[in-house]
């Protein structure tokens, strides 16, 4: 019997910043060459949009904005334990 090892995806982070207990990512995931910005907050808030190229900065510093306009609803760290 042979066993086959499939590398876990590893995302590098590319950009960071916070500010009034909010935090922000910016990563690529070199497997799909894809890009994603994640929101954190203080109080256990989180969400995460995958973004293309052109626009990752942009998102990067207006998160909120592009969540709002995706139509997206803030999920608790609790909510995605569970």
Sequence with gaps: MSATVTPIATRRELAHRSSNGIHVYLYWSPTDDSLAVTVLDDA?????????PHEAMDVFEHPYAYAAFRGLRLTTLLDVAA
């Design 44 to 52: 256990g808030e989180c969400f995460e949009l995958v973004v293309e």
